[in-house]
Every structure is written in C-alpha cells, then in structure tokens.
C-alpha cells in the first residue's frame, strides 16, 4: 500500500508543471495557439494509457490534474479514453448527451480537428463520427469551442464498464486541477491586496475561506489517489470509489471557485481576471460522467 | 501508487482478526466511572499480554516495534471487531507515551513505558488553563525551582480523567517573568501528590470524566521534567505533529464503521426513501472513503519520508467536523426519540453531546483553519 507518487511518478508530474507553465498559462486559456494540440500529442498526454504504452491510470490521473489546473483542453479526456479503449488515434471530442439517451440534443465540446466524438450512453463509453467541418463557438466555458448535433447521431459503444469509470476518474482529475487552481489564485492574491494597512489574508474571515479551499483539495486529491489505484488494482469497488472521488472533486472545483471569486472581491467579478474561468470550468465538469447516487450508497445493481 | 497490501500485511491482518474475534469482550464499557477505570484497565492488560499493544512502539519498552501501516493494519480491525473504546488510557497511550518516546530521559522510559503499555499508569493531560485555550502560550501555572525540587502553584482546566490518573502531562512555567512560548516546561506530575485538588466538571452530556486541577505548592522532583528545562514548547508541539500525523487514525476508522450503521438503520427504518437523507448519506459515504484514503496517503508519506504530509493537518480539521456530520445524522434519523434523553444515558445523544469537544479539544477548528492557512497556503500570521 503506498498512496504517495513514486520517483517515476514525481518526474512525470513535475515536467508537466514545467510544461504547463511555460506553455499553458491560466489566464491565456481563452486564446490557445492553433498547434496546442499537436503539441499535446507530442508531449504524449493524449493517450498515455493506449495499447502498448504501458502506463497505469495513477500516473494518468497525477498527469492529468496537473493539466487540469491549467485549463488543458477537455478532449485531452475524451481522446485519453478512446485511445485506450478503441485503439484509436487522433484527436477525439467529448459528446455530452441530452440525459445519457440518444435521440436528442448532443453537445460536442473542442471539435475541431476531431473525427470522432466520445460521450456516456446510459453510463457506457460510446462513440459517434463527427461531420469533418463541426467547430463551435465557447459556451459558458469560455476555453472550449462547443457545438450542437440535433438530432443525435447514433453512438457505437467502446470498451465495457471500465471505459465509462476511466472517463469518469479522468474528469475527476481534471476537477481536482481547477480545484488546485482557484485555490492557489485566492491565496495569491489574498497576500497581494492590501485593505485596513494589511493583506487582506491576514483576516481570519479570508483566511479561513482560503483554509478551506485547501481542505477540500486534499479530500479530493486523496480520493483521486485512491480511486485510480482501485481500477489499476481491478479492485471490487473501483466504481464507488471513483465515483466518490469525481463526486469530492467536482465539488472542490465549484466551492473552490465560488470562493476565489469571493477573495477577489469586485475584480473577480469581471470578465478581465481569471477567477471566472475556473468557475465556468468547474461548471462544465460536473457535467461529464456524473455521479449516480446509488453508487455513492452501495446500491448499484 | 498501489492500494494493495503485501502478503506479509495481509497475514498480519488476518492474525489481528482472529484475536480481536477470540477476545473482544461481549461486555460494554460500563458508564459508572470506578467500573469502567477496571474495565479498561483489564482490556489494555490483556491486549499487552497478548502482544497488541504498542505494536509501533520501541520492544525495549514493552512495544512490538512494527511498521506503521501494520498499526494501521490493527487499528482497521480492531474497529471492524467493535473492540471497546480506550477510554482511561487514552492520553498515556495516544500522548504520554509518544511524547516520552521522543523526548524522554533512558529512566524516565524504562519507568513509564512499560507502565503505559500494561494499562498500570492512567495518564492525563494538562495544558489549557482557565486564562489559556486557544492562546496556550498564556500559561500562567508556575513552578519555583527549589534545591532539586520544583514547586507549583496554578490551576488546569478541561483534564480529562484527571480524577483517576495517576500522572499528568503539565505544562508550565519555570522561568519567572517568561514571556509567552519561552520558559515552559514538560513534567510527570503525580497526581497523588499532596497540594493537588481535583474538582470534576459535569459536561452537557451529563458525564463527569472532565475536572479543574487545582495545585497549592505541589512539589515534585526536578528529574521530572521531560527534554530539558524550559524546553516544555517545543516537546508539547513534537506530540501535536504527533497527533496531526497519526494520533487520529482510530477515530478516523472508526467513522467508517459509522456510516455504514447508519446507512443500514436508514434502510431498515426507511429512512432512505428520503431525498435528502439518501443525498447526505450519499456524501457522508464519500467523505469517509476520501477520509480513510487521506489516511493512507499520510501513512504513506510517513513511510517514505519518515514525517507526516502537508496534508496532515487537514486530515485532523476534517476528521472532527466529519464525526460531527455523522453524529448529526444520527441524530436525524433518530427523530423524536431523543427527547427522552436522560443524564447516565449513554446513546447517540451522548455522543453528539460529547462530540463537541472534536472542535474545541486540541486546538480548536478555527486553530486548525489558521495553521492550515499559514502553513500550506502562506497567508501572513494574525497572531
């Protein structure tokens, strides 16, 4: 039992955060250069745990938060999961189906440069091609191109029940980056602003919002861990526990935003500062693979 | 990472199990104060007889000298088991004994050590004061150096078991005119000692396992003073990294064993059909998983760095607003019934009642708020 990240491990994490900030800074996630992708791809997060590759879902999930915290594309998720699961190459968007039924309105997230679209259908991963000229215009996430295909095309499933839980775990992680992130900028700049002769962190009332941010991103990091090492381990409750995880962590996206754009005060409450983007981010997240209750409560079938 | 446990910890576990079946008794822990001291007296004696006692601890002190995780191991267990709580030896064995273990004298460990383990010396703890909670460093209990004697005179508050312990945890301070974290010391008091008044404190639960302490020129000998006179800041906080290190890791499985009770008695009352119930326990599900994961990741730093995480003191902030949450559910599905709680009760009213202290005791949950934001986040300090 070991639920801290090895050498190995710590290497992959700390020059993805190198990469990222030289090359995905936050406050650029509305302006990404056009080859950001292709760059992706070659840095080898867009299907580390394809066929052959050898990798196991804990140092994904360690990758992927770490992305997440920059406001990474969101079909690295989408691709991630195809990748392992239908062997396929490229570039895949993610597909968010009108309550997890085909038939009615999809909404198709970061199509350009896609074939194909991922979504869940009735909790199963499935795909569909997409038209090859689909784009999008940002929706509330103001970092994701987003498109609507009415009527829903049909989906072919990939993968069994794990593809699904492996969508799952990764928009968790995704969460827990932009959990990271808001966290990180209301602390920032609580030992920035100054109000009363003083950092404004140096009351205890911004102290604690910030303090508790902090909890809820160690609860859910922890729970990432653990729910990772439950599907690398083909453990019995990897679904609750990555249920669960997905469930911690997309509240510490939206609680963690909610509070950063407090901390801010008026200025997180524009369109020029960040705050919002990770508040949107959070948003869009628990949309993706959400959480069923049963699974939560040992109920599932 | 890796969530599975070597064959090695898996056998262990399954010896732990097989004890705790054989010999977990079938009494409870009785309410009446001189029956439950014999009680846990008597527990703590057998779990050393049979080796179960202060599995990390040093063996030439009486401990095993095992693995952190396989204390982990035999904590997971011992609440799966539904073994009694540790009641009277708590401080000794969850505090005393750690802080003696880093900080004692070779004598002052061959004495007490091996005390502890055989639930001989019931300890208890004496830091707050009436005048000093949350801003500890305002001890004012004084101890006058004379000869190699060191007298005291002052008053503690909120000691639990204080009425029946034969030692205390003091701290106090030896330097006239000190100021704040200098000049404090860490000594053994016998309770036993003459000058020493006990004056117990009936909680709102009813029960009276708290007291004042009152010392009127206490004298005891200098040689009790554990890591050096007027070093009592730095030992006391060497046990609070203690305690946000792995000091909670029982009550932390024990929740575990709670939500599930409480999820089964929401389904056999039908409860559960509730919206709002479900959707609580759903999350309070979660929190405990993600708790027992949080624990394991510290277990883990400890293991490979030989301290605790950053997460460490998050883990105890969440801990105690977690029991709460819990003892609140109780109390909700319990309904109405807990308007006939009556005082030597000892149910789920008692323990929400109780359950206060999680956010008060050790530091309260505004303490921890400020650590955490300090220490992790670097926000400037406001005291």
Redesign the interface.
């Known amino acids: ?6 050498d190995e ?1 710590v290497s992959f994490i700390s020059a993805t955060a190198k990469w990222c900030a030289d090359n995905l800074p936050l406050d650029g996630a509305r302006s990404r250069p056009p080859a950001l992708w292709q760059q992706l791809e070659a840095m080898g997060w867009t299907g580390m745990t394809a066929p052959g590759m050898d990798l ?1 879902h ?1 140092t994904e999930a360690l990758v992927l938060a770490e992305l997440g915290r920059h406001l990474a594309p969101i079909a690295l998720l989408s691709t991630a999961v195809t990748a392992r699961w239908a062997g396929q190459p490229g570039k895949t968007a993610l597909a968010l189906l009108d309550k997890d039924l085909t038939g009615g309105l999809v909404r198709v997230f970061d199509a350009p440069g896609a074939t194909h679209a991922l979504g869940l259908v009735g909790g199963l991963a499935a795909i569909t091609p997409l038209p090859s000229d689909l784009g999008g215009e940002p929706g509330l996430d103001l970092t994701v191109p987003l498109a609507h295909l009415d009527p829903a095309p049909p989906f072919s499933p990939i993968g069994g029940p794990d593809a699904g839980l492996h969508l799952q775990l990764l928009a968790a992680a995704f969460a827990v980056g932009c959990a990271d992130a808001a ?1 990180d900028m209301a ?1 920032e700049y ?2 920035l602003r100054e109000q009363f002769d ?2 404004i ?4 009332a911004l ?2 919002i ?3 941010s ?2 809820r991103c ?3 990091r ?2 990432l ?2 729910a ?3 599907l ?2 083909g ?1 019995p409750g990897a679904a ?2 990555i ?3 997905k ?2 962590a997309d509240q510490a996206a939206l609680e963690n935003a909610r509070a950063n754009v407090q901390v801010h005060g008026g200025i997180g409450m524009t369109d020029e500062a960040a705050p919002h983007l990770c508040l949107k981010r959070a948003h869009l997240l628990s949309f993706i693979a959400p959480v069923r ?1 049963d699974i ?3 109920e599932a079938a | 990472m890796d969530i599975t446990f070597s064959p090695a910890e898996q056998q262990f576990r399954a010896e732990c199990r097989d004890w705790l079946h054989d010999n977990v008794p079938d009494q409870r822990r009785p309410m009446d104060a001189a029956d439950a001291l014999d009680f846990d007296k008597a527990w703590q004696r057998r779990l050393f007889d049979a080796g179960w006692a202060g599995i990390n601890w040093p063996t030439e002190y009486g401990g095993r000298g095992l693995s952190i995780v396989q204390q982990v191991i035999w904590l997971e267990e011992y609440a799966n088991a539904n073994a009694p709580w540790i009641g009277a030896n708590f401080v000794g064995v969850n505090h005393g004994g750690p802080t003696l273990i880093l900080n004692a004298s070779d004598a002052q460990k061959a004495y007490h050590l091996p005390r502890i383990l055989r639930g001989e010396a019931i300890w208890c703890q004496g830091f707050s004061e009436p005048g000093a909670g949350s801003d500890l460093a305002g001890i004012k209990t004084r101890g006058r150096i004379e000869g190699n004697e060191l007298v005291i005179t002052g008053s503690k508050i909120w000691t639990s078991f204080a009425h029946v312990a034969d030692w205390q945890e003091l701290v106090l301070r030896t330097e006239e005119g000190s100021q704040r974290h200098k000049g404090l010391s860490w000594v053994i008091c016998p309770m036993h000692a003459p000058g020493i008044e006990v004056r117990t404190i009936r909680k709102m639960s009813g029960q009276t396992e708290f007291a004042q302490v009152f010392y009127d020129d206490v004298r005891i000998p200098l040689d009790n003073v554990v890591g050096g006179l007027c070093n009592g800041w730095k030992v006391a906080m060497s046990t609070l990294s203690f305690e946000r290190g792995t000091g909670f890791i029982a009550d932390q499985v024990k929740q575990s064993e709670e939500v599930e009770e409480l999820l089964e008695r929401a389904r056999q009352t039908g409860a559960l059909k509730d919206d709002r119930i479900a959707e609580q326990l759903a999350q309070l599900r979660a929190e405990v998983a993600a708790l027992r994961a949080m624990t394991y990741r510290n277990i883990s730093q400890v293991v490979r760095t030989g301290q605790p995480g950053a997460e460490s003191s998050v883990i105890r902030l969440f801990t105690s607003e977690l029991g709460q949450r819990l003892e609140r559910m109780a109390l909700l599905l319990a309904g109405d019934d807990i308007l006939d709680f009556r005082y030597g009760d000892d149910n789920l009213v008692a323990e929400y009642l109780r359950g206060f202290a999680a956010t008060i005791a050790g530091g309260t949950a505004q303490i921890q708020r400020d650590i955490i934001a300090e220490r992790l986040l670097g926000l400037p300090k406001s005291r």
């Open positions: 039992m070991d639920l801290t990240p090895n491990q196991d804990a966290r602390a609580a030992k003083r950092p962190g140096w009351f205890q102290k604690h910030c303090s508790d902090a909890v160690e609860v859910a922890s729970q861990y653990y990772a090492g439950a690398d381990a453990d609750f526990h249920a669960a995880a469930q911690l209750r939560l409560l040992g």
